[in-house]
């Protein structure tokens, strides 16, 4: 028996508690443009305009919505993603939804990044010396 049914998965930007809007926003763009040639993927919408504005719907900063038929493969890679887009940011998290589950990818903290750039540094000084 074949389920082609749609999986809808939730992501949600966590950012630093001194992020503005438009921050949140520029984040929101960035994973959005991460995970487009992966999957199916929208911004959430609160499905109300503002009193007064000209707009249909509004976007809700920080969300988007992954739509696939049941395909491990597909989740994982936009998982994977995720995480690669996590990586060049500075203490950011994910909070993934689904079927009733939810996963919070974190991001490395600004210490740990420098630690590594440290290790980088100073294992390519050490080969350079050995050589």
Not at 38 to 56: C, F, N
Not at 90 to 115: H, M, Q, V, W
């Amino acid at each position: 028996m074949n389920d082609n049914r749609t999986q809808r998965i939730l992501v949600t930007i966590n950012s630093a508690l001194d992020a503005d809007k438009q921050e949140v926003e520029d984040l929101t763009q960035s994973l959005f443009a991460e995970l487009e040639p992966i999957v199916d993927v929208a911004r959430v919408s609160s499905g109300k305009a503002p009193t007064g504005s000209k707009a249909i719907d509004t976007a809700i900063i920080g969300q988007l919505a992954l739509s696939l038929v049941h395909s491990g493969g597909v989740l994982v890679t936009a998982i994977g993603a995720a995480q690669a887009w996590l990586l060049r940011q500075n203490g950011r998290s994910i909070l993934i939804e689904f079927d009733g589950s939810k996963i919070e990818l974190k991001g490395p903290s600004r210490a740990c990044r420098y630690t590594q750039r440290r290790c980088r540094a100073t294992t390519a000084r050490k080969l350079v010396y050995f050589q």
